[in-house]
């Protein structure tokens, strides 16, 4: 996510939708409260920074599968969702 807002969004939706945890990937992300955030997800849903994908790839859960989110996939509403997942979201302006 490019601002605060967003990463303030991502976690609240990410609790309304039942995740574990969530977690970025590089620098570019802040987590200080937000105002996007009403529900204080940080006291609920735990987040994890990982500096580069070779970092998150040496802790990623064993026979949990990547599941990429774009636009023009296949709906989620159509989507079988396998029982444990990690749900890819990419930078809004890098993909």
């Known amino acids: ?14 609790y309304q939708l ?3 945890y969530i977690f970025t990937i590089g620098n570019r992300n ?4 937000t105002s996007s955030d009403t529900m ?13 994908w070779d970092a998150f790839c040496a ?10 989110i774009e636009m023009g996939g296949t709906p989620l509403d159509d989507f079988v969702h396998p029982d444990r997942a990690i749900y ?8």
Request: glycine share 8%; proline share 6%.
């Open 30 to 33: 802040t987590w200080e409260k």
């Open 18 to 20: 039942g995740a574990s």
């Open 40 to 52: 204080k997800t940080w006291r609920h849903v735990p987040a994890f920074r990982y500096a580069d």
């Open 1 to 14: 996510s490019k601002s605060q807002v967003n990463v303030g969004t991502l976690w609240r939706s990410a």
């Open 59 to 68: 802790v990623c859960p064993h026979a949990t599968p990547w599941v990429a």
């Open 88 to 95: 890819l979201l990419g930078a809004e302006d890098h993909g």
